[in-house]
C-alpha cells in the first residue's frame, strides 16, 4: 500500500507560479525580478558576517525525545551573532501539511519567531522571522497523502488495528496540496490578493529593493519576511546566494530499450516487490513492541523512520520505471541558474558564490547514492556547471567556479569534495546538512569513495570522481545506537578570494540522554 504521493513536476512548477502570480502585468510594468530579494537588516555590505544551516528537520516529537528542538536550543547561541538560517529542505514531515506547521516548525523555532513567546498563537502562513530563515523545498513538502492514508489516519486506533502496528503516522487528512502550505508559509503569496489594486499597492510597498536587475522584493527581518519565489538569489557581504527548487529537475533519465537496460527494468520491478514484502514485516514487528517502554518506543521511532525510507525509495523507482523522453524537466530554472551565475562573475562587487537546494548530486548516505533522482540531478547541475565555465571562460582564473554546495535530503552531515568529473563540477566542495531532526542514516557499506562509470573509445571504465572527508550519521546497534543530529555555523571572512570556515555542532541522542558538542572547524 503507498503512502505518499508525489505531483508530477509540470503541476509543481504550474502551482507555484500561480501562487506568486508570475509575470503578472503589473509586476512586468513595474520591472520587479521575482527571483530576486535584498536582506534590508543594515549589514548586508559587511565582508565578514555569519549564518547558520539546517535541513530535514520537520518532524516534530519522537518518543522520548525532539532532536528537531534540541538542535533550536543549540542554535540560538548563535543567534546574535548570524545574519540568517539557511534550510536545505524537508521543513515539515511526513508530508508538508499545514496541520503540521505548529507542531513541526513553529512551537520548535520559536525564540527565531515575531510572538514566539506565544507560538500557538502564530498561524504558519503569516509567520515573521526576527532571524531569517530561507528555505528551499524539499520532496516531503510537495509530498500528499495517499487516499487510503488519509481515511484511516484519522482515527489512529483502527488504523494500528488495520494494520497490526503501534506506528502513529505524523500524517492527517490531506497532505500539502502540492506544495500549497510550503507557498504558503514561506513565499509572498501574491495570489491571495483579491484585485488588481490591492496587488498593486503591495508590490509599492515591498517591492522596493533596487538592484541591477529591476526592483525586487525587501525582506525585512521582524517587519515583512516573504520569499519571492521557489527559487530565488540574493547578495550579502559580496557573497552571491543561489537557492534552487531540485524537485523539479530531478526526474530520472529515461531507461535504455538495449538488453541491458531491459536488465535492469526487471531488477527495479522485483525490488518494488521486496520492498513491499520489508513494509509488511516492519509492521508486524511493530505491533509486539511496546511503546511505553523506552527502548522498544526508540525502535518504533526508527521502524517508522524505516518505513518512511521505503516510501521513498518505491517513489524513486516509480519514477524511473515511468521516466520516458516526454519526462517534464524544468529547464526555465535551470536557465535562470545559468544566466545567473554567469551574470555573477561579470559582477565586479561579487567574490564568492554558494548555491543550495534539496537533492545531493555527490552523497555516500546508504540509500541516495543509486537512486534515479541524484543522478538526474547531477547530470543536470553538471550541464548547467559546464555552459557556465564555458561562458566565463578565464575569469575565475583558477578559484571554483562556485565556492560551496550545500544539500539535505540524506540524513547526515556530510563533507565532500569532489575530484576529476570530466566536467565544471571538477574539484568542488559539497556540505549534506540533512541531520537536524529527522531520523538519522547511516554511511553506505561501499564507504566514502564514490566511482563512476565512463564509456569512451576505449571502452567501458570506472574511476574515482569524489570522496566523502567527513561523514555524521547514525552509528551502532541496540543499546550503543548514537543518533547525532547537526547544524552547521559557517563564518565568511573578508577578502577577494573569501574563506568559509564550517564549524559543525552536534546534538547527540545516546542512551536516553542528549550530549552535545562541537566539532573541529574546518576551511574551505
Not at 552536534?506 to 566539532?519: T, V
Amino acid at each position: 500500500m503507498p503512502f505518499l504521493s508525489e505531483p508530477p513536476i509540470s503541476v509543481k512548477i504550474r502551482k507555484m507560479k500561480e501562487r506568486v502570480r508570475w509575470e503578472d502585468p503589473l509586476i512586468t510594468q513595474r520591472g520587479i525580478d521575482q527571483t530576486r530579494m535584498v536582506i534590508d537588516d543594515g549589514f548586508a555590505e559587511n565582508p565578514e558576517f555569519s549564518f547558520l544551516v539546517i535541513g530535514d528537520s520537520g518532524s516534530g516529537y519522537h518518543r522520548g525525545y525532539n532532536p528537531q528542538r534540541k538542535i533550536a536550543e543549540l542554535m540560538l547561541a548563535h543567534k546574535e551573532n548570524s545574519s540568517f538560517v539557511l534550510h536545505t529542505g524537508d521543513v515539515i514531515y511526513l508530508v508538508g501539511s499545514s496541520e503540521y506547521y505548529p507542531k513541526n516548525f513553529i512551537k520548535p523555532y520559536r525564540e527565531f519567531l515575531l510572538g514566539g513567546e506565544e507560538p500557538k498563537r502564530i498561524a504558519y502562513d503569516r509567520m515573521t522571522f526576527t532571524l531569517p530563515i530561507l528555505p528551499v523545498p524539499g520532496n516531503h513538502d510537495y509530498y500528499d497523502v495517499s487516499l487510503i492514508l488519509g481515511l484511516l489516519a484519522q482515527t489512529a486506533l483502527p488504523f494500528r488495528r488495520l494494520l497490526k502496528s503501534q506506528i502513529d503516522f505524523d500524517v492527517m487528512l490531506h497532505g500539502s496540496f502540492q506544495g500549497k502550505a510550503y507557498a504558503q508559509a514561506f513565499l509572498d503569496y501574491l495570489k491571495a490578493f483579491q484585485n488588481q489594486a490591492e496587488l498593486g499597492r503591495h508590490l509599492d510597498r515591498y517591492y522596493t529593493a533596487k538592484t541591477d536587475t529591476g526592483r525586487c522584493l525587501s525582506y525585512q527581518p521582524g517587519r515583512f519576511t516573504r520569499l519571492p519565489n521557489r527559487y530565488y538569489t540574493f547578495r550579502y557581504g559580496g557573497i552571491d546566494f543561489f537557492a534552487v527548487d531540485s524537485n523539479t529537475f530531478n526526474a530520472p533519465l529515461p531507461l535504455p530499450t538495449t538488453r541491458k537496460g531491459k536488465a535492469y527494468r526487471r531488477e527495479l520491478e522485483k525490488r518494488l516487490l521486496q520492498l513491499e514484502q520489508e513494509k509488511e514485516q516492519i509492521l508486524d514487528t511493530s505491533g509486539n513492541l511496546d511503546p511505553n517502554l523506552p527502548e522498544e518506543a526508540e525502535y518504533i521511532n526508527d521502524l517508522q523512520a524505516k518505513l518512511e525510507q521505503i516510501d521513498e525509495m518505491e517513489l524513486d523507482i516509480n519514477k524511473q520505471l515511468a521516466s520516458n523522453e516526454t519526462t517534464v524537466t524544468d529547464f526555465e530554472q535551470l536557465d535562470w541558474l545559468k544566466q545567473k551565475l554567469i551574470a555573477s562573475w561579470h559582477t565586479k562587487e561579487v567574490r564568492g558564490r554558494i548555491i543550495y537546494f534539496h537533492h545531493p548530486p555527490y552523497v555516500t548516505e546508504a540509500t541516495k547514492w543509486y537512486q534515479g533522482q541524484t543522478l538526474a540531478v547531477r547530470r543536470r547541475l553538471r550541464q548547467v556547471l559546464d555552459e557556465v565555465s564555458s561562458a566565463v571562460g578565464s575569469l575565475p582564473e583558477g578559484r571554483p567556479l562556485v565556492d560551496l554546495i550545500l544539500n539535505g535530503h540524506a540524513h547526515c552531515l556530510e563533507y565532500i569534495r569532489t575530484g576529476d568529473t570530466g566536467h565544471a563540477d571538477s574539484h568542488l566542495n559539497w556540505i549534506v546538512c540533512g541531520g537536524s531532526g529527522y531520523s538519522l542514516r547511516r554511511q553506505r557499506i561501499e564507504g566514502p569513495e564514490l566511482t563512476e562509470t565512463f564509456e569512451d573509445a576505449a571502452g567501458i571504465s570506472s574511476r574515482k570522481i569524489a570522496e566523502s572527508l567527513l561523514f555524521v550519521g547514525r552509528e551502532g546497534q541496540g543499546k550503543n545506537k548514537r543518533r547525532p543530529y547537526s547544524f552547521l555555523r559557517i563564518d565568511v571572512k573578508e577578502g577577494r578570494s573569501p574563506k568559509f570556515i564550517v564549524r559543525p555542532f552536534i546534538a547527540e541522542w545516546f542512551q536516553h540522554e542528549w550530549n552535545s558538542s562541537a566539532m573541529e572547524p574546518f576551511v574551505i
